[in-house]
């Protein structure tokens, strides 16, 4: 079963307080992203990761951090966060050819107070 | 500067009508181009990809693409109330990893 996972689903911080937000996928896919959703902005990309510790930064990566040292594991990590960085966070896989596809998982809804 | 533009932003079709979904980019090396549906509170799943000019059918589900003008069209005849959701246009580079999308369309089906 081809499945993308992201724990917590709901989380709740105090400004300056640092986050960690967690994704799986079971696919042993290469490459994982990491996007925020905000209301009228679409999906922007925070991160994107093309294997084990082969990390890029993607078009808002201020304010954020990743690590990936394992295939299936993709985190993103907010140290010290603000509240402009309340959001949903998804995360998402994909093996990487031509005409290959994302798979999201369920997001990550993040208030920062 | 968004490489994947959409148009309407919204839309509102009554239910067993036609919906058309644009979606132009301005990158002029994408290659590929998907749809993907998310429903409210949901994430977002791919619901048709085309890769070649022409048009692809699947159900009540078309989709053309004009490479020459970089330009997708979705188009959902019999529309139903749980078509309801934000339609996303993904485009993507030959050899690149990264997804560009759109701000997408909302579209609305009324009972």
């Known amino acids: 079963d081809m499945k993308v996972t992201q724990m917590p689903r709901y989380l709740i911080k105090r400004m300056g307080e640092n986050v960690l937000l967690e994704c799986g996928q079971d696919?042993?896919?290469?490459?994982m992203y990491w996007y925020r959703q905000d209301p009228g902005l679409g999906l922007q990309l925070i991160y994107i990761?093309?294997?084990?510790?082969?990390?890029s930064e993607g078009d808002i990566p201020k304010g954020y951090r990743v690590s990936r040292k394992k295939r299936e594991h993709f985190s993103l990590i907010l140290d010290s966060a603000k509240t402009n960085q309340t959001s949903v966070y998804f995360c998402?896989?994909?093996?990487?050819?031509?005409?290959?596809?994302?798979?999201f998982g369920p997001g990550t809804r993040l208030t920062v107070l | 500067q968004q490489k994947v533009q959409q148009s309407p932003e919204s839309l509102i079709v009554p239910e067993g009508g036609m919906a058309s979904l644009n979606c132009t980019s301005s990158?002029?090396?994408?290659?590929y181009f998907w749809w993907y549906r998310q429903h409210s509170g949901k994430s977002p799943k791919m619901l048709m990809?085309?890769?070649?000019?022409g048009e692809k059918e699947e159900g009540r589900f078309t989709v053309h693409l004009n490479k020459a003008s970089l330009h997708t069209s979705l188009h959902i005849r019999d529309s139903q109330p749980s078509d309801s959701a934000l339609y996303l246009c993904?485009?993507?580079?030959?050899?690149?990893?990264?997804?560009?999308f759109g701000k997408g369309t909302s579209l609305t089906v009324i009972p």
């Open positions: 993904a485009a993507r580079n030959t050899g690149y990893q990264n997804f560009y």
């Open positions: 990809s085309i890769f070649s000019n």
């Open positions: 998402a896989s994909s093996s990487g050819g031509n005409y290959a596809e994302q798979f």
């Open positions: 990158d002029r090396n994408v290659d």
């Open positions: 696919m042993s896919h290469e490459t």
């Open positions: 990761s093309y294997d084990v510790d082969s990390n």
